[in-house]
């Protein structure tokens, strides 16, 4: 039973979002910029974040706090 796991953390690992020309991984390690909460920094970048405001963390409480995540 403990393949199982295995299998899907490699799935998971190496699936990709193909947008706008760019290739991100689902890897969920959220960014926040300008208000708004990214998947990663890859998904914020895509979106056309400003990459010298990105912080590592969702965004702090009284801000926007609007989650991005891609739609496929």
Known sequence: MQ???AIFLTI???TTVQA??????YELAPV???GVTYGNACMAKC?????NK?????CPPGTQNLTKTWSG
């Open 3 to 5: 393949l199982l796991p």
């Open 47 to 51: 979106a056309g974040a400003d990459v």
């Open 12 to 14: 998971l690992a190496t």
């Open 32 to 34: 926040c910029s300008g």
């Open 20 to 25: 706008q020309d760019c290739i991100c991984t």
């Open 54 to 58: 990105i912080m590592s963390g969702e």
